[in-house]
């Protein structure tokens, strides 16, 4: 399996870690039985538990166009060293971005997702 094809793996592993945390933030502030509800009329969830809410879609959004990224590059035997870059410039950007996110640190989050973007492009190049 190509390194790409493992980081999109722990990519999905990743997602998944933000969310049980963005659950476990907003559980603690609305409680089980709000989020096991309909969900109307739940209140704004703030502070890092926000931010963990956020930083999980943030990173749905990104996963889907790493993972179409990683399968066609692989699907039509374009992976070489450089979309393993991309894939690795990806993974630990979005790593450092779920991190930083929470902590609320605003411009360096910036930094971490344009180097995420930045894998994407690399993997990207590959395949036009």
């Known amino acids: 399996m190509s390194i790409d094809l493992k980081l999109l793996i722990w990519s999905v592993a990743l997602t998944l870690v933000q969310a049980v945390i963005a659950v476990i ?3 603690l502030q609305v409680g089980l039985p709000m989020l096991a509800g309909n969900r109307e009329k739940l209140p704004e969830i703030l502070g890092w538990a926000g931010r963990a809410q956020r930083a999980h879609r943030n990173m749905l959004e ?3 166009l ?3 990224l990683v ?7 374009k992976a070489n060293a450089t979309t393993a870059l991309g894939a690795e410039l990806f993974f630990w950007a979005r790593i450092a971005y779920a991190v930083i996110y929470l902590a609320g640190i605003p411009w360096a989050r910036t ?4 180097v995420s973007v930045v894998g994407l492009i690399l993997i990207f190049l590959q395949l036009i």
């Open 111 to 114: 930094v971490a997702w344009g």
């Open 25 to 27: 933030g907003a559980q």
């Open 66 to 68: 790493f993972g179409l």
């Open 62 to 64: 990104n996963l889907v």
């Open 71 to 77: 399968l066609v590059a692989n699907a039509t035997g």
